[in-house]
């Protein structure tokens, strides 16, 4: 309801100030046209076109940024609408799996690779949250900062060429105290690809189509590992079978990442979007957790055709 509120007087402010700028415009105008009639015809009709369109812009900024669908508008925007298709095959195309964005259908192998860069861009975002500073404790303060990323060589995310299922990796550092070395040196092997920022070179060039790696994603709050294993492609079919197991998570939270309040909108199929017609279930486990590695998958994400995934909400199992 806040961030509602917010929206709406951030509109108003807008409209105010944009009413303002068009009374002094017109003051301008009025004085242009007592020298040059003509000319202040012309010069008002363009300058209300530009205020209209900056105007429509940033109340469109101001929308799409804002909880709790900020998230959802940027997954949307990922697989835009071509100007010249029509909204009905849009929409059909979309229920049946198309990826309009790179206009093609996509097997679930293929799937597979998008989701999995994806998912190591929602790991970064996640990163930056404390590259910037944004990270709240149970307190409401910033005690992890830039500065912790800086002295322990941490949030990052590596791909390690190496094949390890979650169970072969768990075996294989133990739960001694020299687990933190194995993890340490599988980050400096060879062939290691290392992420800070989805802006980074090697990520964008990066396909993540090698058959064999795995994710260490670490941050402050600890190491969590992807096997090779990880990650399933699932259809709706697929889902339905495992969706009672699980909740959907998108409340508002105080402390911690994704914090903010991230919803769906309820009045539209999202099929028709192409959102929903394939979901990826992740299982991963964190270093130094003695609890036992799951076997069903810890979250599941929406995609979109395109293999992107939706940050939040997601589905965590009860």
Known sequence: MLEMLLIIVGIILIILL????????????MDLAEAHPKQAKYTLIILGFILMAAGSFKIRDLYYVRPPYRFW????????????????????????????????????????HKAIKSLTGRMIYENNLFWDNEVLDAEGKRSWTSADCERWNSCKVWRVPVSLTNQEFEAYI???????????GLKNAENVQSY???????????????????????????????????CRILNKTEWSVIRKNYNLYSVKNEMGTFVEES???????????GVGNFYLSVTDFTVGDKRELLGNPNNVFYLNNCGDILYKPFYFMR
């Open 18 to 29: 944009l009413l303002l700028c068009t009374a002094w415009i017109l003051n301008k105008v």
């Open 174 to 184: 133990g739960d001694g105290e020299h687990y933190r070395e194995k993890v340490d």
């Open 73 to 112: 508008n940027e997954l949307v925007r990922k697989n835009p609408k071509p100007f010249n298709v029509q909204q009905e095959e849009f929409e059909a195309k979309n229920r049946a799996g198309y990826c309009w964005r790179d206009r093609k259908y996509y097997s679930k192998e293929e799937l597979w």
């Open 263 to 273: 919803k769906i909108p309820e009045d539209i199929n999202i099929s028709s979007w």
């Open 196 to 230: 800070v920022y989805t802006s980074d070179k090697n990520y964008i060039n990066d396909e993540f189509k090698l058959k064999d790696f795995i994710l260490i994603h670490d941050n402050i709050e600890g190491t969590t590992i992807y096997g090779k294993n990880c």
